[in-house]
């Protein structure tokens, strides 16, 4: 009896003890707790979010409107253009851009290091903020061009006069249809002279507006989202090294190809990538687009089989990968770019966000290689360019032209285009 009666106490004893040591444990990390909220900076109690929390920009950067805050600087600019009312069939890309930042929620500066590329954009030298959103009309698609052409001469042309760099910011459009290349690549033309177009599409997007029913006819009938890289060869903004990959559409006929051929497009069909493999895709875009010249870079995210990317206007079967999208993208991180966007993205049709997540890992990969590469300026200032010949100089002499036509207008809206 005895016995057990100690035996008990020393269990009490013991369970009393690991009590006493938890309270006191308690009560010392609540004073610690207490004495660290007094140290601490509100920012530091109340500033940091979990990636599902907050207001959504994309990844979290900061936001300002780019196109209203003049004197802010700034290296690359992620830019909203919800114009959707070009397209040939479903439209809904207006809200591609708030899906795609939705999208992009968990890319944070803490968790932003890309190990394909082995480097975190987010945390380098550049500066690069979300701008929200091109204030686009939904309702007269002549007067909407207008205001997309002037933004980005407004943001290219206007604010790089400003800036320290000869290079202006770069920008990412979240389109947006793909008919919102065209006035981004008008405003870098004017930089940079004739860029070189790398185009990530099921489509071939050169079609001249005739190979749409059109009895009926107006100027800015012209273009639409599968014209609008006829256009920017009609108005000389592409050089002659411009791609295609991801090829897989229907056609008019094989004069389409004979089209696409004048305007200086290789091919590269979407089944080549697994016939010829990933590395030929790459290889061909390579040999196509010179490296140090300025090159924009447009993905359409209907690249991408519908399996992946239901979330679009104009699905063809047959696609891309994911991984080999990201693929081909890590691939091209030695290019200059000056201009990206990635369009065509329609939430309505998406099924769990995988459409829009797959964009907004596409901004990620053409942001870090942008990064990753540096501030080249020897993009912009192409009059250090040696061994020119005279058609250089006339090109240049072209390119400061047009700045300086832009940057003594007054009225943004008195636009030759
Ligand atoms: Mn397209």
């Not at 899906?99 to 082995?118: D, E, P, V, W």
């Not at 997309?148 to 249809?177: C, Q, V, W, Y």
């Not at 229907?250 to 990538?273: C, M, N, P, V, W």
């Not at 359409?300 to 239901?310: K, Q």
Request: charged share 20%; proline share 5%.
């Amino acid at each position: 009896m005895l016995k057990s009666i100690s035996y008990w106490a020393f269990i009490l004893s013991i369970y009393l003890g690991v009590v006493c040591a938890d309270e006191a444990e308690q009560i010392a990390s609540a004073e610690g707790f207490a004495k660290m909220q007094r140290n601490a900076t509100l920012e530091e109690m109340w500033g940091e979010l979990w990636p599902f929390q907050g207001i959504n920009t994309f990844a979290h950067l900061e936001h300002f409107k780019c196109l209203v805050e003049q004197d802010e600087k700034y290296d690359i600019g992620i830019i909203g253009v919800p114009y959707d009312t070009s397209v040939s069939y479903r439209p809904g890309a207006r809200f591609g851009p708030r899906a795609i930042r939705t999208a992009s929620q968990r890319q944070t500066s803490l968790r932003g290091f890309n190990q394909r590329a082995f480097f975190n954009p987010y945390t380098s030298w550049a500066r690069i903020v979300d701008c929200g959103d091109v204030p686009v009309t939904p309702v007269d698609n002549e007067l909407a061009f207008k205001q997309m052409t002037a933004a980005f001469e407004e943001l290219l042309l206007r604010r790089s006069a400003k800036n320290d760099s000869s290079m202006p910011p770069r920008h990412i459009i979240l389109g947006g249809d793909h008919s919102v290349i065209l006035p981004h690549l008008r405003a870098l033309s004017k930089v940079h002279g004739p860029i070189n177009v790398i185009h990530l599409d099921a489509h071939l997007d050169t079609w001249a507006p005739d190979k749409y029913p059109s009895f009926w006819h107006s100027a800015q009938s012209e273009v639409n989202h599968g014209s609008m890289l006829w256009k920017a060869h009609q108005e000389g903004l592409l050089s002659h090294n411009n791609v295609h990959a991801g090829l897989r559409t229907k056609l008019s006929g094989i004069a389409d190809y004979e089209d696409d051929d004048a305007q200086h497009f290789t091919r590269i069909t979407a089944d080549d990538i697994w016939i010829k493999g990933p590395d030929y895709v790459l290889d061909t875009i390579l040999k196509v687009v010179p490296a140090n010249t300025p090159t924009y870079i447009s993905v359409d995210i209907d690249v991408l089989d519908p399996a992946f990317g239901s979330g679009t206007g104009t699905q063809e079967p047959g696609g891309w990968l994911p991984r080999e999208l990201i693929y081909i993208l890590r691939g091209l991180e030695n290019l200059d770019v000056v201009g990206a966007d990635i369009v065509e993205v329609s939430p309505a049709f998406d099924i769990a966000e995988i459409t829009a997540t797959n964009g907004a890992q596409v901004v990620f990969e053409i942001l870090t290689s942008i990064v990753k590469k540096g501030n080249s300026e020897k993009v912009a200032d192409s009059s250090s360019q040696k061994d020119k010949g005279s058609s250089a100089a006339l090109q240049d002499d072209k390119i400061k032209q047009q700045k300086q036509d832009v940057l003594t207008r007054k009225n943004p809206f008195v636009i030759s285009n």
